[in-house]
């Protein structure tokens, strides 16, 4: 199932925000080094991520968080999915979308989220 995902490095705090067709294996490939990005700059954990229907959507998702170019709303966002309530400040398209998608937020080590 197509996903928008945040992961966040338990080394440098920083958030890598993605989209994939299958998330598991995507996670898994961030483990194995595939992706430049997240490369020796880990371990990654999977902090966030909601399911859609299309690949299309999912990195429609993706490039509106990486629109906000900061890392206190990324973290909003994690933090209100946790207490199950949808941030105010990113407005009515977020409000929408979290209706019709399922939400994920882990605080597995990296290697349990991917299965490996």
Request: net charge positive; hydrophobic share 35%.
């Amino acid at each position: 199932m197509p996903a928008a995902h945040i992961l966040k490095s338990q080394s440098t705090g920083k958030f890598y925000i993605g989209s994939a067709l299958d998330l598991t294996e995507r996670l898994a490939e961030h483990h194995r080094g595939h992706s430049p990005y997240t490369r020796n700059r880990g371990p990654w954990l999977l902090a966030y991520s909601e399911h859609y229907a299309t690949l299309s959507e999912a990195r429609q998702r993706e490039r509106q968080i990486k629109s906000w170019k900061s890392h206190s709303a990324v973290q909003e966002l994690i933090d209100a999915a946790v207490g199950l309530s949808v941030p105010a400040r990113h407005g009515p398209y977020y409000g929408a979308l979290a209706r019709s998608i399922h939400v994920t937020v882990s605080s597995l080590p990296p290697m349990q989220i991917a299965g490996l």
